[in-house]
């Protein structure tokens, strides 16, 4: 019995990373009732029996074993069959009382896709919803939502990635109403939500939330690329269903949210009805799209509170186009309030006034199509990992590369299952060789790559931006002397800056961004190097996404340190093979030290 799966999922055992036993993430003591209980899967079944036969025994918060374990109790019982009058059964009224007011019926599986904003989401997060009622009946937004995250404090930006990274946090389960989290992740911070309906059966349902309970306050190890929320709602699952064997087929170091959904649907084969549920963000933009240039204008008039909703510029329209304008209006206004451009005082009232002038309009909902779900959804995305094999010149010179790439996204890769314009690259690694030399050389180690593009139009005016820091090959001067020709050294290079982007046509994305740049190595003059500069940009392809193009330039006055100007422009273009693969085409002209070259190469990309 200690060996079997259920028993193992109740506490979270996994397989040892350094030998042959299990451990389980819990941190807190009394989630064993062994004292080798966190890794001793039957010193830890013997203890909880013993529990259990022992009503005086209390473990936490005045509650006797069989109320604070009541999946490992209910487990236990079926396997055992206990015999009341030796073992009655407790009456828990607490947990009664809670399991009544959830009244499980179904779990969805909630994907909110990436929000570039906060380290702690950039690449997305998973949540579990238990839906009460019939489908018929089903109110999603007033179900509960399971949620696991660290308990950061304060903490924030680079200090909470450190942290996370190193495990100095602790991380807890939480339930709380799915409206709250529709209202965070949706409106305040604008990110799609993906909802992949669980085909639990409604014992699996059982225990999943008796297991829940068992959860209560208890503390597991965080790590923010591994045990994490995906992490451990994937444990969470495999209580429900321990036959998935769901851990098992993590066979990465690192555990990403996207990749949890596609272990319970491609692999697996847990999720039935898939759901999208569009942000604020998307629903203001989609139904822009559908007014004119004319209506548009109303409606943001309307938003501004510099036109009344019953103007005469609105009474002239007919029902369908005036229920149109102001909704939109209604939508841009409460944006602006949610993105903090205006005030609850300044828009409370212009609110109402527009939702009276709105009511009086025969025309129920939208008069107009609503958001279409994306073509591809997360779980049909390209794996989150990536190698390339590929050859090419530098100024003559004929090299062999090969790539690695452990996470997540570029904005060159397929598009379908991701968040437009965004991109993260992580330990990035590119390593050549130029065979007529027989040298072997580290092209590129990117520590982290984030590149946020998002277009602006008349309703949303957001802010693009880009990070970047790592190890590069740049061709400097041989001894710090121009004369002298350049040779290929390391150089610890950090970018960043801000800029805007636009959509001039569809499918069309075009950025310009001011940038700063700085260089640390002994092999330049100074040591160093620092400079501001310009990029811009156009990515085009078609709505199939089986190509894109990547039009780009981009120039650095160095003017502390080194002084120099470089500059890289060029053409960048993937074609999709398969799903999974795909071939990539650089070719760029370089500028650097007062030299001119070009650099090309062609790559077979494999995602998985």
Avoid at 545 to 567: C, E, I, N, V, Y
């Amino acid at each position: 019995m200690a060996d079997n799966p259920e028993w193992q999922a109740l506490l979270h055992y996994q397989s040892h990373r350094f030998n042959s036993g299990v451990r389980s993430p819990a941190q807190s003591a009394w989630f064993f009732r062994a004292p080798d209980g966190k890794t001793n899967p039957r010193a830890e079944l013997a203890a909880t029996l013993a529990a259990f036969f022992d009503p005086s025994a209390i473990v936490v918060d005045g509650e006797p074993a069989q109320c604070v374990f009541p999946a490992r109790y209910h487990w236990l019982n079926a396997q055992l069959h206990f015999d009341p009058t030796r073992l009655p059964e407790a009456p828990c009224e607490a947990f009664r009382e809670w399991m009544d007011g959830i009244a499980p019926r179904a779990v969805t599986l909630v994907f909110p896709e990436a929000y570039m904003n906060n380290p702690a989401s950039m690449f997305g997060h998973t949540l579990l919803r238990v839906d009460t009622g019939a489908p018929a009946e089903r109110k999603d937004l007033l179900a509960y939502v399971i949620n696991f995250a660290a308990d950061t404090g304060a903490d924030g930006g680079a200090v909470f990635a450190w942290k996370g990274i190193l495990g100095y946090y602790q991380g807890f389960f939480s339930i709380r109403p799915y409206y709250e989290t529709v209202k965070t992740y949706g409106d305040w911070e604008d990110r799609d939500i993906w909802e992949y309906g669980l085909n639990l059966s409604p014992t699996e349902i059982d225990r999943l939330v008796r297991h829940l309970w068992e959860l209560r306050s208890v503390a597991f190890s965080y790590y923010f690329f591994d045990e994490n929320c995906s992490y451990q709602l994937l444990s969470l699952l495999q209580v429900a269903r321990p036959s998935a064997h769901l851990m098992d087929r993590i066979h990465v170091p690192w555990v990403i949210p996207v990749d949890t959904v596609r272990v319970t649907i491609t692999e697996a084969g847990l999720v039935g009805e898939v759901r999208f549920r569009p942000s604020a963000a998307t629903l203001l933009r989609h139904r822009a799209h559908q007014l004119s240039a004319a209506q548009q204008q109303l409606a943001q008039q309307v938003a501004a509170g510099t036109l009344a909703p019953t103007a005469a510029p609105l009474a002239a329209l007919s029902d369908e186009e005036r229920a149109a304008v102001l909704e939109v209006a209604y939508d841009d206004l409460r944006h602006s309030y949610l993105d903090k451009a205006v005030s609850r005082e300044a828009s409370e009232g212009r609110a109402r006034r527009i939702l009276i002038a709105r009511s009086q309009i025969p025309v129920t909902g939208f008069p107009g199509p609503p958001v279409p779900a994306p073509a591809v959804p997360p779980n049909q995305g390209h794996g989150t990992a990536r190698v390339a094999l590929g050859a090419g010149w530098l100024d003559g010179r004929f090299f062999l590369e090969a790539q690695a790439r452990p996470a997540f996204h570029d904005l060159m890769d397929p598009e379908g299952g991701y968040t437009r314009g965004a991109q993260i690259n992580f330990l990035d690694v590119a390593g050549r060789l130029y065979p007529e030399d027989q040298e072997v050389r580290l092209q590129r180690f990117t520590l982290i790559d984030i590149f946020s593009v998002t277009p602006r139009d008349p309703f949303l005016q957001p802010i693009s931006w880009k990070a970047n820091t790592g190890l590069i090959s740049r061709r400097i001067p041989r001894s710090g002397a121009a004369h002298a020709g350049l040779a290929e050294r390391y150089v610890w290079r950090a970018n960043g800056g801000a800029g805007l982007a636009v959509e001039p046509w569809p499918r069309t994305l075009a950025y310009g961004f001011i940038e700063a740049t700085g260089d640390a190595s002994s092999h330049l003059a100074d040591d160093y190097g620092i400079g501001p500069g310009l990029s811009t940009g156009v990515f085009v392809g078609p709505r199939s996404d089986r190509w894109k193009g990547h039009l780009f330039a981009q120039t650095t006055r160095f003017t502390l340190g080194d002084h120099d100007t470089a500059a890289r422009y060029g053409l960048d273009q993937r074609l999709t093979l398969t799903a999974q693969t795909a071939l990539q085409l650089t070719v760029a002209g370089n500028h650097d030290f007062g030299r001119d070259w070009v650099e090309g190469g062609l790559f077979w990309i494999l995602y998985f």
